[in-house]
């Protein structure tokens, strides 16, 4: 049952690496779209003060997050049955959110349910952690990912590499400040946003 993502394998040190600049001290993580559940179990263990509740739509998934979990010594959460597009936020509360390699591998109701979701449930100040590709400026940050936009579209029309500042203008619609953008290896960012005070 437990799956096993290379890209997981590839971006789990520098994502580490930005979420220990960004995370609060201790809390409750609530996880979009966890996938494997190779993430969930490393950054819980390497942040131990973080509680992580890891959510997935598809069964496969979470049963692959439950055996990840089941191997790993950090305080991982039993995943949970979670779709953005057809399901009511399941956590009323959380002191940080993070969503990795979701928001352009889905429609854009999607992202939008996420930020709206998140400015709810997000206690003031705290982070919502996006990782993935986006382009800047309205153009592709490189040749790679102007390739990956086009396989995404190819594969769903209502999916493809975003573009930033729409993200954050829509996080600033719901309430989300945009706190810092973080370049990371293979043309990737991370965008963090904040719930506004």
């Not at 001290?25 to 969930?40: C, D, N, P, R, T």
């Not at 953005?84 to 009323?92: A, C, E, H, I, Q």
Request: charged fraction near 25%; hydrophobic fraction near 45%; glycine fraction near 6%.
């Amino acid at each position: 049952m437990k799956q096993h993502a290379p890209s997981a394998e590839r971006n789990r040190e520098p994502i580490l690496a930005a979420l220990r600049r960004v995370m609060p001290a201790k809390g409750l993580v609530f996880e979009i779209a966890s996938g494997s559940g190779q993430h969930a179990a490393w950054f819980a263990e390497a942040l131990p003060t973080l509680t992580w509740q890891p959510s997935d739509p598809d069964p496969a998934a979470r049963a692959s997050i439950d055996a990840w979990r089941a191997e790993h010594r950090g305080d991982v959460r039993p995943a949970m049955a979670f779709d953005l597009t057809r399901d009511p936020w399941p956590v009323p509360a959380c002191d940080a959110v993070v969503c990795i390699n979701m928001v352009h591998i889905s429609p854009w109701e999607a992202t939008c349910a996420l930020l709206d979701g998140a400015a709810r449930a997000l206690a003031p100040d705290g982070p919502l952690y996006l990782y993935g590709a986006y382009k800047r400026g309205g153009a592709h940050t490189a040749p790679s990912n102007e390739a990956f936009d086009r396989w995404l579209r190819e594969k769903n029309e209502r999916f493809g590499v975003r573009d930033l500042e729409a993200v954050i203008a829509r996080a600033d619609e719901a309430g989300l400040r945009c706190d810092e953008v973080i370049e990371m290896p293979a043309n990737n960012l991370s965008v963090v946003l904040r719930r506004a005070r």
